[in-house]
């Protein structure tokens, strides 16, 4: 038995306790018992992130920062509290450093829309070829409203960044270093806090899009010497349309406002108007009050099993299918990264991805197929689609035993 399988059984980790909190896991989908292993494009929620949201709104909801009256001072309360504990949880340095927005790729275009002013043409936004869709498309659309240039430093066959690429790359003219903390595609784990040394060795600033990493491991943005970080409620086990960006406050203090309206002024004339300082300076409009205390309500539930805890059940469940699947000739693994998360992404020999993914839901198993939102990769990899697999802190063993003996089925069919 390997030190990840002893893992798994750890008595501390009680994942039928945890199972036990999700109400959609406990279905049959086609006849079989659901296995849901698509956790990377958006978790399942728990019934604590449920009861938050049926709570604000059967017992304390109103719109936010504007009431004098109770209902309104309540619903503002629990929403700033989930400001608190985001930042808790991100270890930023405290809660005015924590923008809400609904999700990663709002999170992300703020940043290029409102830090991306001071960039001009000849400068430089280094991203990496790992990337999301959303952690490439804004800054391009920055790059051609500035005159700036996008570089990608380039990955390895393995599916890790090529760091010695990275080195050359960044240099004086890069204003905007921007990297996935961990890839959506393979769950490589980047060198954030290297990135961000270089960035700042030239005068930049570094942005890590945290989507993959904050459901599976402790983050701590200033141990990783980030400017910004971004991630999304809804992969954390809570509910959409809620993220968060947490910029460093010397920085976020000298940003002009990304959107305008209410919640972000201070003062408004018909021939100007002055704004509040940050976060609210960023929050135009009624921000998502429901959703925070979703969100909320999910921080305390990762954090009551612990991050540590997850990410150590998560690699032994990850190593269990991986290496079974890596054992069948037909199967062929897009990159073998040496750090990563609870993600696996492959192929069929001889079948689309597409295919899988649907013979597989004929097994109750729910995996994504497609290009995950990240073309340059699969370019890169010379495939069209990959299926993808990805684990949460729910998933067992015998959930990790489904998926390769459906693999193994679906192997047949096309044989
Ligand atoms: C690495 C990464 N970044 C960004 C995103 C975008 O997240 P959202 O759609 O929640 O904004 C995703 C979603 O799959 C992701 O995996």
Redesign the pocket.
């Known amino acids: 038995m390997t030190a990840a399988m002893r893992a798994v059984e750890r008595p501390n980790y009680d994942v039928e306790a945890i199972r036990a909190d999700f109400p959609v896991l406990h279905q049959q989908v086609n006849g079989h018992d659901l296995v849901f292993l698509d956790t ?2 958006s978790a399942q929620k728990p019934r604590q992130v449920i009861q938050a949201m049926v709570d604000i709104m059967e017992r304390d909801y109103a719109n936010v920062h504007r009431g004098v009256y109770a209902l309104s001072q309540r619903s503002t309360d629990i929403f700033e509290a989930a400001r608190v504990k985001t930042a808790r949880f991100l270890n930023a340095p405290d809660e005015n450093a924590i923008v809400f927005a609904r ?4 999170g992300i275009n703020l940043v290029a829309y409102s830090y991306g002013q001071r960039l001009g043409p000849g400068d430089e936004i280094v991203t990496t070829e790992l990337e ?1 869709h ?2 490439i498309v804004p800054w391009q659309l920055l790059a051609e409203r500035q005159g700036a240039t996008v570089k990608f430093i380039p990955m390895t066959d393995a599916g890790e960044l090529d760091m010695d690429a990275a080195r050359s790359l960044i240099g004086p003219r890069t204003k905007i270093v921007a990297a ?1 903390h961990v ?2 595609t393979m769950g490589t784990v980047l060198p954030i806090a290297e990135l961000a040394a270089l960035a700042h060795r030239y005068g930049g600033v570094m942005l890590a ?1 945290g ?2 990493a904050a459901p599976h491991m402790p983050v701590d943005v200033q141990a990783l010497g980030v400017d910004f970080y971004a991630f ?1 409620g ?2 954390l086990y809570g509910p959409t349309g809620i ?1 968060a960006l947490y910029g460093r406050p010397d920085i976020l203090t000298d940003m002009p406002p990304f959107q305008g309206g209410g919640e972000m002024i201070e003062t408004v004339t018909l021939t100007g108007s002055t704004y509040q300082a940050p976060p609210h300076r960023f929050e135009a409009g009624t921000p998502a009050i429901v959703e925070a205390a979703g969100l909320g309500a999910a921080i305390d539930y990762v954090q009551s099993i612990g991050l540590e805890a997850i990410s150590a059940h998560e690699a032994a469940v990850t190593a269990h299918a991986e290496a079974q699947l890596r054992a069948m000739p037909e199967v062929v693994f897009t990159g073998q990264p040496g750090r990563k998360t609870s993600v696996l992404s492959f192929n069929v020999k001889g079948a689309h991805a597409h295919d899988v993914g649907t013979i597989l839901d004929q097994m109750g198993v729910a995996v994504r197929a497609g290009q995950h ?1 990240a073309q340059p990769v699969m370019e890169r990899f010379g495939v069209h689609a990959t299926a993808r697999a990805s684990f949460g802190m729910y998933n067992t063993q015998a959930e990790a035993d489904a998926l390769v003996a459906a693999v193994a089925k679906t192997i047949e069919i096309f044989k």
């Open positions: 990377a494009a999700g990663a790729t709002e999301h959303s952690n996935a890839a959506n899009d989507c993959q999304s809804h992969k993220g939102c």
